[in-house]
């Protein structure tokens, strides 16, 4: 581990102001008083509060399910997009239009779609928040593996195609495992985003399946409680203790 | 590398372009308009006798709003299955509302002056009056409100006003005036909150003037303005949601306060207190609306009539400290919660001597306007 | 770009082309035509309508929106927005870049675990997050109480409702943002090309100037633009940690739609930001080619 060097003080700043944060929500998640903000004691009150809660979970569900639909949506959408891009076309134009989702505001995007799929009589759920959210997600994924893209030399695929390899294969075998990287820190940044993602989310909705940000936010005015904190300090251990036993069992490795 | 760009895709786009905005043009003229069919009279196209069984509900209102177990109770007694779905503002579900054809919303609640935009587009079915015998537990001065004269699109659910939450044991005085806000002490500078929603925003600065809270006067806004950003550089934040809890740890000292809200300040720390300043305030009202594009108009009034029984609005009462219009519900309201939250006393009569908030039609624009000028200056 | 495409004759090879070019590119562009340029273009072609008394349309052409978008207090806000996302940009560059570079040297098997470190902090909801923040922060919050009562300062220092908060809650939001990308270009460098230039003599600050940099510039341009546009756009960490006391172009175009419900104005700020951010874009790709041009040639 010497290799990273000075490295080391970037990288332990970052995970502190990112972790921090964190800290002190999963402290807040064990507060007996009703709020986020101010201390009233210890209390593992909102643990059971939140195992009650079907509302909350029921929302977690559905925004799992839009998350890890949408990102695989995106990841093949994005990837494919971004290749065709880099090799078939030379066109700004289409650049620009494949970023774009990234630049228009997230209540154009939602009222805009709420009005397109009401013209086309699509009736609301959570397929529609899957659609919008690949929208923006399949824009995030494509820009991520271009930049990689930008920088890989084509010679690898046009020996694999020399030597007989078919288009598919030479695709599946030198192509993606060449920008895989990307792929993964790509389908991790939808899956993040889409997540926790609201105003769109709100919008493509239909009632009956509100997914956890919308069930959030509406909690505003009468007050987000601490079960939120406990949620999330549930979900941030069963994922790290996922993650570190993924790693554990199958020496998870990175594919380059 | 280089290769020509392709003209026919850029073509296809404008095409594209083109066409979208002629579905626009087709699509919205039905429902376009605004000013919409607000003199529409109750249809008669509802039945009294269906069978409510056959019929079930989407309702969508704020978390936490009315009890958790109301569903369950109202499919057990009355029958229809009632689905509850949430949303954070008032202008979120106006927005989703008029975007949308058939949302598959049938009850929603909103604010009044909100309830009165949505008539005004045509989107409200008229409450059919008969079907709601439980009108009669509201007080008379309920079917008042100016937003809604005489509850023809919408019931009012709980109402209160607005004023200034402050902690009497670190004030050397008593507020009872708007300036103690706006133009503050010293030992109140950078410790004082004020509501960001525009209509609050606007309020004390409006009240202070001797101007109505509706008005629609740019010369009385432009006054308004001038106040506002005079304050700005004295205030802690402009805050909705937060302001109650700031107040109980001391950040703030007095905040600009929805009634309710301030009861979540006092629940805390019983030095807080609450007061109506002497040149007047609002009275807000939220309400029960019913959506033209409901298939179940009927299980909507019925649950709409079973929601102002007096056991759940008096659940409202008790739980979210809000004042409700239903005389039936606060008669059964224990006398000593009135002690600890003495705004929860007002009469109705206190409450109809401030000034209830309606729509500003053309003139809303111009809020939102001033509102960003205030925060940005 | 294979030599085949300019070699008459080749028929068969032009059609592979062809029809790899509709395989790649038709189902994202097909995508992006239905779920984006439609919807988008709905409510963009509002602009030359009027709003309706109560909120809604009214199908009455009208140039008046476009010009009420040039009141001043528009561009104010725009330039404000323009200084907050810039300075949360350089940062996150400043910040995120070392960590991403830190991360690609990891040991193979731990990069996807610090990778997956960066974003879990935000499989949380934000605003839970952001009340994290207030709580640190809050002039009675835990770091003012132990300054004061280490002795450091007397007053408690103003951290929150300024825009210093906003600018710290926007690197906050989106700093994945900026390493996620970073890392993905920076992975592939080649060490062997550092070290030949090592090799050569070239000094660590030329390795990185000459060889690293201009390999990683296209994940830290991609970075940069998703750190920046959503830092223009956002509006609720201006609300909740600046205290409504700034206002972003995110709020501004929010509050047209919602709190107006004035959608012919919104749909014109909307598309002032689009072609702001567009003209910026085509600007960066623009001297991004020249630098790339000038690399290869």
Redesign the interface.
Known sequence: MTRIGWLRLPLTLTYVFLYVPVVVLVIMSFNA?K?P??WGGVSTHWYAVLAGDQ?VLKGLGNTLVVAAGATVLSVALGTLIAVGLQRH???S??DSFALAPAIVPDIVLG?GL??F???I?V??GLHSVLLAHVVFGMAFVAAVVRARLSQTDPSLEEASRDLGAGQVATFFRITVPSIMPAIIAGALLVFTLSLDEFVIA??TD???T?TLP??I???????VTPEINALASLLMLVSFTAVLAAQRLTRLTDSV | ???H??TP??TT?VA??AA??M???A???G??????DASALPSDSLNPSVDLKTQSL?V?N????MPDDLPANFQKEVGPKV?V?????N??I???L????????DVAFVSGQYA??LA??GLLEPIHADLIPNLANLYPEATKLPYDIGNKYSVPYSWGTTGLCYRSDKLSFTPDSWNDLLSPRPELV?KT?ML???RWLMLPAQKSLGFSANTTDPAQMDQVKAKLIAT?PT?????D??FY??L????ALMVEAWDGWCN?GIA?DKNIKFVVPKEGSDLWADTMVILKTSKNKEAAHALINYILGAKVQSWVVEN?LYKVPNKAAMDLVAPALEVDYPNLAFTPTDLLKQEGLV?L??A??M???I???V??S | ?TSA?LVPGRGASRRRARVERVVFLGPGIGYL?AFM??PV??IL??TIFK?????????QPTIENFIRAF?P?YL??LG?SLVIASITTVLALALGYPTAYGIAKLAPKWRTIALIAVVLPFWTNFLIRT?AW?VLL???GPINKSLVGAGLIHQPL?L??TRGAVVAGLLYAYIPLMILPLYASIERLDPQLREAAANLGASPWRTFRDVTLPLTLPGAIIGSIFVFVPSMGNFIIP??LG?????MVG??IR????????WP?GAVLALALIMFLVALFALQSWVTRRLNGGGRT
């Open positions: 008083s709020s903000f101010s509302n076309s030379n066109s134009f289409l009222i709420l009005v799929f009401s013209l009589s009736t609301l709100f919008f239909g009632p009956s509100p919308i069930v936010y509406s909690m505003v005015r009468f007050g | 590398m280089r290769r760009t392709h895709r850029r786009l594209v372009a979208a905005s579905f626009v043009l699509a919205c003229g429902n376009g308009g605004g000013s919409g989407v969508s704020w978390a936490a709003y689905t779905t949430t949303h954070a503002t202008e979120e106006v927005a989703k008029t975007a949308g054809t058939d949302s598959g919303i009165q935009a005004a587009q950078g909150t960001a929603t525009e700005k205030l802690l934040a402009y805050d949601t937060t809890d700031r109980v740890s001391g950040e979540y805390k979210i729509d039609g053309d809303g624009p809020y939102t306007k509102a960003t000028e925060t940005a | 770009m495409d035509i340029a439609i273009l709905l072609s509002l709003r309706g008394r109560f909120g809604g349309v009214v199908y009141d207090i104010s806000v404000n009340y207030i809050n002039s009675e103003e929150l409702y609300e909740l205290g409504g006391k700034t206002v709020n501004l509050d047209q739609f919602l709190k107006a419900r004035d104005f």
